[in-house]
């Protein structure tokens, strides 16, 4: 099973992505753009089990463009500072995986793999960096998800 | 005679084709009886079936040492061993230790050795069936998952035959001695 089309087809049901544009690996980065970016999944961290399965993890991160405001927090209009309001959208992701972990609903890696945990690394988005060559500037928010799952795909008893 | 290994020249025996197997009954409705039989060891890095010899040594006036084993007592640690979704095993033995039913532990398990690293699908497996094992939680508990550790006591009352799959539902054939 292809994991990166599982976790794709996944994430694209999440309320904060649909709709969106969603890039995989290479993106052209404009306001609301979504990059997914594939991480190199160590071997070295998979832990094979008697019985022949292995935990493995899958790690990718997820990059948000959010086009930036000069716009200052004044305490009276916090409820509508722009890039407050891209910020708390970003986190509604973080709450939507954290939430899908919770009912267990996940990507699917196939029969073979069972997918034991979601979570998302961080309590809140990171903020990369601001991008202020681009026309709006852009800020740039990641979040990385980890999904460990169980392989069973070399066991030999059925 | 030694019996043949199915690997290649220096080739070594992947851990998981040495099986344990755990076969135990249960009571089902009226006066019938349920079998139940599950693969040990999911989740567990590192197990080993522990042959505790009694091991007499003497040495004679010439100076010659020898050594007998007396007895062995085999055991084996499994550790962690959680309780899982589908484990008919979690299941009977979370419920033992919660009652303190120490006679659902005494003795109540068939316990088969598959050596799948000896024979094949078509010959079958070869395999040791330990009669009137004990199977016995050590305790329950641990950090971000329940844990309940097991030790197997063998029973060495053993039939030697083969198994004709990897499997659940396999058939033990026991050798025929003539």
């Known amino acids: 099973m292809d994991k990166e089309k599982a976790v794709i087809e996944f994430l694209m049901t999440c309320p904060k992505i649909q709709g969106t544009p969603l890039y995989f690996n290479f993106a052209n980065a404009a306001n609301n753009t979504k990059q997914l970016i594939t991480m190199a999944n160590e071997k070295a961290l998979h832990r094979p089990y008697i019985d022949g399965s292995v935990h493995k993890r899958y790690t990718l991160t997820l990059i948000d463009f959010k086009s930036v405001a000069y716009q200052p927090i004044v305490s009276a209009a916090i409820s509508s500072n722009e890039n407050l309001e891209d910020f708390l959208q970003v986190q509604d992701i973080i709450d939507w995986v954290d939430g899908q972990n919770e009912l267990r609903n996940y990507p699917n890696f196939g029969q073979d793999c069972y997918i034991e945990n979601m979570t998302v690394l961080s309590d809140s988005p990171d903020l990369n960096g601001v991008d202020t060559k681009s026309n709006p500037a852009l800020a740039k928010y990641s979040i990385s998800i980890q999904i460990d799952y169980l392989d069973e795909s070399k066991v030999i008893w059925k | ?178």
Request: include cysteine; hydrophobic fraction near 35%; proline fraction near 3%.
């Open chain 2, 1 to 178: 005679m030694a019996s043949t290994l199915n690997l290649a020249l220096h080739e070594r025996a992947q851990r998981k084709s040495l099986i344990t197997v755990a076969e135990w009954e249960t009571p089902g409705e009226g006066n019938t009886s349920v079998q139940h039989r599950e693969i040990l060891g999911r989740r567990v890095e590192d197990s080993s079936i522990e042959l505790n010899p009694d091991i007499q040594t003497s040495t004679d006036i010439l100076g010659i040492t020898y050594s007998d084993v007396a007895k062995t007592e085999p055991q084996q640690t499994l550790d962690p061993a959680y309780i899982m979704g589908g484990s008919d095993l979690s299941s009977y033995l979370s419920d033992a230790m919660l009652e303190n039913n120490i006679a659902a532990y005494n003795g109540r398990f068939n316990v088969y050795i598959i050596s799948a690293f000896i024979g094949d699908a078509t010959n079958g497996y070869k395999a040791v069936k330990h009669s009137g094992c004990s199977i016995i939680p050590t305790s329950i508990g641990g950090d971000a998952y329940v844990a309940m550790p097991l030790e197997i006591h063998f029973s060495n009352d053993i039939t030697k035959g083969t198994v004709d799959k990897l499997s659940d539902d396999f058939v033990f054939t026991a050798d025929v001695t003539i």
